[in-house]
């Protein structure tokens, strides 16, 4: 059966090569093209969104609010470590603050006081913090590790003193103005702005010194877990072990935001689903052309003892090569755009700048000025972050080549009500 049904596997290699007048094909290469150029695209945007706020989320959940947080508890790190799936667990203290810097400049910031081994005990936020200069030494009495745009904010660097105006502490601890300079280590960058802006780390004696945390030492941990999917486990290992514990996971403090990312995430998929369906429809129209224009081929191969269902088989399969080898395009271009991203941005800025450069030149314009994609001046990055998910990818391809296979399809079902005998007549 298999023997018999291979020239289905010729002819539709034929037909996909020329048309019906022996001329190349330009109506497969065009659909080829299309399902390639979404491809790519779609997975070039996708790479880039998933860098994006995969690398937000990271930083979010290792510095800011941890996967999950507890909070004026008796509880206690050592209680809490060989619990399931946990990594790290970090006593801390946090108030809100009045910073000073110099010449006056002030700025909100959130004092995180954490403990002098935090980058040994949690290699997550280890991971996630970039040192500009000094160090993160928070060891020294009165000591403090600034952000970097705070620092730039408050006009400090290391060496500098930073001065606490005004600190608002827990239920115990008033607002109450204390203008208890503290020594700056090292500037610290996480890429993410909200942090960056806003984030001061000291030690927990200085805390305690300050006033920040209670003497008794501090009643509040940032719990990290090898998944964070796992939180909602731990929380019920948590509430079992230790009733009435008052306890948040990432989910509930960070809902909104993540709410944002995955309603972003979704609507682009639509836009998969939207981009495909429009190349389906081309593909669907240009093989209805296809078949009425080979409609002499088709019942001379019914005369000749086809079925219909053989003949519908091989503009399937002629959609099928078109989808696959458009996606198959796109799938390996998309991955090396995808790869090299910030290469191709950066030899795109050289070749814009060149050619400012040979028209300042050649016009007598005294330009110097260079340009960039993404300016520091206006955005807060200094390359685009790219993470591929296999899962994403492998959706794109196969959703490229089933939507080309099934526009064929639909479109060759009119090969079922074709009558060989009038087309002989009459053609």
């Known amino acids: 059966m298999a023997a018999a049904n291979r020239w289905i596997f010729f002819v539709s290699f034929r037909f996909g090569k020329v048309d019906s007048r022996g001329h190349g094909a330009p109506t497969g290469i065009l659909s080829a093209g299309g399902i390639a150029f979404g491809a ?60 000073s810097g110099k010449w006056g400049r002030q700025s909100g910031s959130l004092v995180r006081a954490l403990p002098t081994s935090v980058l040994q005990d949690d290699t997550g936020f280890a991971q996630s913090i970039r040192v500009i200069k000094g160090s993160f030494d928070i060891t020294s009495p009165y000591s403090v590790v600034c952000t970097r745009e705070l620092a730039r904010q408050l006009s400090i660097s290391v060496g500098d003193e930073l001065t606490l105006v005004a600190v608002s502490g827990g239920s115990d601890v008033d607002l109450f103005p204390t203008a208890k300079p503290l020594t700056v280590t090292g500037i610290v960058q996480t890429g993410y702005y909200e942090i960056d802006s806003s984030f001061t780390f000291i030690s ?76 389906a429809v081309n593909i669907h129209n240009a093989m209805r052309r296809s078949i009425y224009e080979r409609r002499e081929e088709i019942a001379l191969m ?18 099928f090569f078109t989808g696959f080898s458009g996606a198959f395009i796109g799938l390996i271009s998309g991955l090396l755009l995808s790869v ?34 993404f300016n520091p001046d206006y955005f807060y990055l200094t390359e685009i972050p790219t993470r591929i998910i296999f899962s994403e990818v492998l959706f794109v391809f196969i959703f490229g080549v089933l ?24 053609e």
């Open 40 to 99: 790519l695209s779609l997975i070039v945007i996708l790479s880039v969104m998933n860098g994006f706020q995969m690398g937000y989320i990271d930083n979010i959940l290792e510095v800011s609010s941890a996967h999950v947080r507890i909070t004026g508890s008796v509880v206690q790190a050592d209680d809490i470590k060989g619990a399931p799936y946990v990594q790290a667990a970090i006593p801390f203290g946090e108030a809100q603050a009045l910073v």
């Open 403 to 426: 939507s080309a296979t099934l526009a064929s399809w639909k479109a060759s079902g009119a090969i079922t009500k074709m009558k060989s005998s009038e087309v002989l007549r009459y």
């Open 340 to 373: 090299r991203i910030n290469g191709v941005f950066t030899l795109t800025e050289s070749l814009i700048n060149h050619v400012n450069h040979f028209l300042a030149a050649l016009l007598h314009r005294g330009d110097d000025s260079t340009f960039s994609l």
């Open 302 to 319: 019914q005369a000749l003892g086809s079925r219909p269902s053989q003949i519908q088989a091989l503009f399937t399969l002629n959609g």
């Open 204 to 279: 927990l004696h200085t805390a305690e010194a300050l006033s920040i945390i209670s003497d008794d030492g501090p009643r509040s941990l940032l719990i990290k877990l090898s998944d964070p999917e796992k939180d909602r486990h731990f929380t019920s290992w948590l509430e079992s072990t230790f009733p009435g514990t008052p306890h948040q996971s990432w989910r509930v403090t960070n809902r909104a935001f993540f709410g944002a990312l995955r309603n972003e995430k979704n609507i682009l998929l639509l836009l998969v689903v939207l981009i495909f369906f429009v190349v």
